[in-house]
């Protein structure tokens, strides 16, 4: 589903993201896990089509990324920010809808999704209505999931998508999260610096240390097998912070 051949990425002469090779297996969650700074972002960026490579290619569902071909890989794709990227003067159900307007979906055909994606995600119909500010952190987290689902993409790309949420509404969208996952069997590309969400998403973990991957595999091996003193330490400070 999503290649990464010696891809790159400079700012200025200062190397962000070295060359780096990556294969991301249809309807695999690979989690992309590390301190921020590291270079999550830029990765999730470039394979959206917000950052330009350096240098290597971008292979998303067999097409190259290239600016011919992003309005098409776009069209494969889902992308959920931190807080929700909503627009504030649309209702709920606007946001969710803006594409698939645009796109001139006939009104019963957005409907359908629209309740489809309410049931999937547990957003409360009643709310559909409201603009951004008048729903809670989750509700606005659920209004971009069903956004970035709308139109049914191949891929999906979170970045840090429950990193500003209270604990317990965070645990609850991670809940049902999971559920959306194993129900669109999208391939999704999820950033976070959060332990207890790699674990709970994960079929593979990508440790990422100044922009280069220094260790992958299963969440288990991350944890019990560290393949470097920076991945060990990283483990054990999230580890004491907790306790």
């Known amino acids: 589903m999503l290649q990464f051949s010696q891809v790159s990425k400079t700012y200025g002469g200062a190397t962000v993201v070295p060359p780096f090779d990556l294969t991301v297996e249809t309807g695999e969650v690979l989690v992309l896990l590390g ?9 999730l960026r470039m394979v959206a089509g917000l950052v330009q490579t350096t240098t290597g290619k971008i292979v ?22 931190q807080e929700g990227g909503l627009f504030p003067h649309l209702t709920a159900a606007d946001n969710v809808t803006l594409m ?11 409907n359908d999704r629209l309740a489809e994606l309410v049931e999937m995600t547990q957003f409360p119909p009643d709310a559909l209505q409201r603009y951004p500010v008048e729903l809670s952190g989750g509700q606005r987290q659920r209004v971009s999931l069903m956004r970035a ?19 317990l509404i965070r645990a609850d969208l991670q809940r049902d999260l999971k559920i959306v996952f194993e129900r669109t069997r999208a391939t999704v590309l999820l950033v976070t610096h959060d332990l207890v969400e790699a674990s709970w998403f994960a079929d593979r973990v990508c440790v990422l240390q100044n922009g280069r991957i220094v260790q992958q595999g299963s969440f288990s091996s991350i944890m019990n097998e560290p393949a ?8 054990n400070s999230q580890i004491v912070a907790r306790q």
């Open 100 to 110: 698939a307007r645009h796109l001139k979906w006939p009104r019963g055909r957005r």
């Open 228 to 235: 470097s003193e920076f991945v060990r330490d990283f483990v």
């Open 35 to 43: 301190p921020s700074g590291c270079g999550k972002t830029t990765i």
């Open 149 to 167: 689902l709308f139109l049914g993409p191949r891929l999906l790309l979170l970045d840090e998508a429950l990193g500003a949420l209270d604990p």
């Open 60 to 81: 998303i569902d067999g097409l190259a990324l290239t600016e011919r071909t992003l309005p098409e890989v776009r069209s494969r794709l889902g992308y959920v920010i």
